[in-house]
């Protein structure tokens, strides 16, 4: 959990930056003082659950902070009412308050690596692209990103000898294979790989065992992590995801 106190936020603005994600901006007095350089940091966001008057805890990356600004951009996958957290995100309006803990931990790419290798799902887009952003201009690999539709395909910029592929999957609910299928396609570099693959649950274990048993790549050049599980809520999935983390060798 992150360890500063909660911060209680107002929302600034709010851009629908595909038809499925929409961003958020954050802002307000209790801000100042928020740490420089957290993009892929993650946060934890009290939203609204249902029409009940309770609060449920939802965890988000930070996409972008500008200091100068007091600014600090939040990206949300938003598919209705089928979450609290993307029924907030659809409804807000400016001046709305939401409390903020964090940030949190980050996790990126080891920069010094030879090549590098992303791979995700829309709930790990920001993560990806704040990655990505920081790559060094002569980065070779490529980014595997499973999105909902054509049209949430984001502008990107790369490094020349670094790809994105974009796979398009309308039913992320259902059970596939998608995104290690396309990363099977794909050619395996020479040299020190740098892996960062962040989806859902049953879909991270089939890339953790790819990574671990087909390419042998030493456990220290991986960061593979579930941000969902299918059928679960969040409290639910921090459970199966913890016991995952117990039993993984």
Same mark, same amino acid.
């Given at each position: 959990?992150?360890?500063?106190?909660?911060?209680?936020?107002?929302?600034?603005?709010?851009?629908?930056?595909?038809?499925?994600?929409?961003?958020?901006?954050?802002?307000?007095?209790?801000?100042?003082?928020?740490?420089?350089?957290?993009?892929?940091?993650?946060?934890?966001?009290?939203?609204?659950?249902?029409?009940?008057?309770?609060?449920?805890?939802?965890?988000?990356?930070?996409?972008?902070?500008?200091?100068?600004?007091?600014?600090?951009?939040?990206?949300?996958?938003?598919?209705?009412?089928?979450?609290?957290?993307?029924?907030?995100?659809?409804?807000?309006?400016?001046?709305?308050?939401?409390?903020?803990?964090?940030?949190?931990?980050?996790?990126?790419?080891?920069?010094?690596?030879?090549?590098?290798?992303?791979?995700?799902?829309?709930?790990?887009?920001?993560?990806?692209?704040?990655?990505?952003?920081?790559?060094?201009?002569?980065?070779?690999?490529?980014?595997?990103?499973?999105?909902?539709?054509?049209?949430?395909? %984001?502008?990107?910029?790369?490094?020349?000898?670094?790809?994105?592929?974009?796979?398009?999957?309308?039913?992320?609910? %259902?059970?596939?294979?998608?995104?290690?299928?396309?990363?099977?396609?794909?050619?395996?570099?020479?040299?020190?790989?740098?892996?960062?693959?962040?989806?859902?649950?049953?879909?991270?274990?089939?890339?953790?065992?790819?990574?671990? %048993?087909?390419?042998?790549?030493?456990?220290?050049?991986?960061?593979?992590?579930?941000?969902?599980?299918?059928?679960?809520?969040?409290?639910?999935?921090?459970?199966?995801?913890?016991?995952?983390?117990?039993?993984?060798?």
């Amino acid at each position: 959990m992150p360890k500063s106190a909660p911060r209680k936020l107002t929302v600034i603005r709010s851009q629908q930056i595909s038809p499925n994600m929409k961003r958020i901006t954050l802002g307000g007095s209790e801000l100042e003082g928020f740490p420089p350089n957290q993009e892929s940091a993650y946060l934890k966001l009290q939203v609204p659950d249902g029409d009940q008057g309770s609060l449920v805890t939802r965890t988000y990356t930070v996409r972008n902070y500008r200091e100068e600004l007091n600014e600090l951009d939040v990206d949300f996958v938003v598919h209705g009412d089928s979450g609290p957290a993307s029924a907030w995100a659809s409804r807000v309006q400016p001046g709305d308050g939401i409390v903020v803990a964090g940030p949190g931990g980050k996790k990126l790419l080891d920069f010094s690596a030879d090549w590098f290798v992303l791979a995700g799902d829309m709930t790990a887009l920001p993560a990806i692209s704040v990655n990505i952003e920081q790559l060094p201009d002569h980065a070779r690999g490529y980014a595997v990103i499973e999105i909902l539709h054509e049209s949430d395909i %984001q502008a990107l910029q790369t490094p020349d000898a670094f790809e994105i592929h974009w796979v398009i999957n309308p039913r992320p609910e %259902q059970e596939n294979t998608l995104l290690l299928d396309k990363l099977m396609q794909l050619p395996w570099l020479e040299g020190r790989p740098s892996i960062w693959a962040a989806c859902e649950f049953n879909n991270m274990r089939a890339l953790r065992l790819y990574f671990k %048993q087909e390419k042998a790549v030493e456990k220290n050049a991986v960061y593979v992590s579930s941000y969902w599980k299918r059928g679960l809520s969040e409290e639910q999935h921090k459970k199966v995801k913890r016991t995952d983390a117990e039993t993984a060798s």
